[in-house]
């Protein structure tokens, strides 16, 4: 059985920093491109970060370049979001996903697998 499994959310002042963590089990993520994506009430999920399987190409979403840095670590099979200077309008729950030998940023339907989320909140 396939899981991915987020933490690393909580609440933090505009500013401040998180790291988000997604461990997988059941599969091995080295062979899986990776996504972060973000849904707020209301609103769709939004595309926010990938990593490619190869882990050589990264890429993000223009409202959070230069303050998110996504990356991994193959021998914890687990893949990273660390975030900084954080914006009330990061708040959202966070999710992670996989997908088999995908190269980057890819449409949400190319994922495979998704974590339960986890909630971001960012006061101003």
């Known amino acids: 059985q396939v899981q991915l499994v987020e933490s690393g959310g909580g609440l933090v002042q505009a500013g401040g920093s998180l790291r988000l963590s997604c461990a997988a089990s059941?599969?091995?993520?080295?062979?899986?491109?990776m996504g972060w994506f973000r849904q707020s009430p209301g609103k769709e999920r939004e595309f926010v970060a990938a990593?490619?399987?190869?882990?050589?190409?990264?890429d993000y979403a223009d409202a959070v370049k230069d303050r998110f840095t996504v990356y991994r670590d193959n021998a914890k099979n687990t893949v990273y979001l660390q975030m900084i200077s954080l914006k009330a309008e990061d708040t959202a729950v966070y999710y992670c996903?996989?997908?088999?030998?995908?190269?980057?940023?890819?449409?949400?339907?190319?994922?495979?697998?998704w974590g339960q989320g986890t909630q971001v909140t960012v006061s101003s």
């Open positions: 996903s996989a997908g088999w030998k995908l190269p980057g940023r890819s449409r949400i339907g190319d994922y495979a697998y």
């Open positions: 059941g599969i091995t993520l080295s062979n899986y491109g």
């Open positions: 990593i490619s399987w190869a882990g050589r190409s990264t």
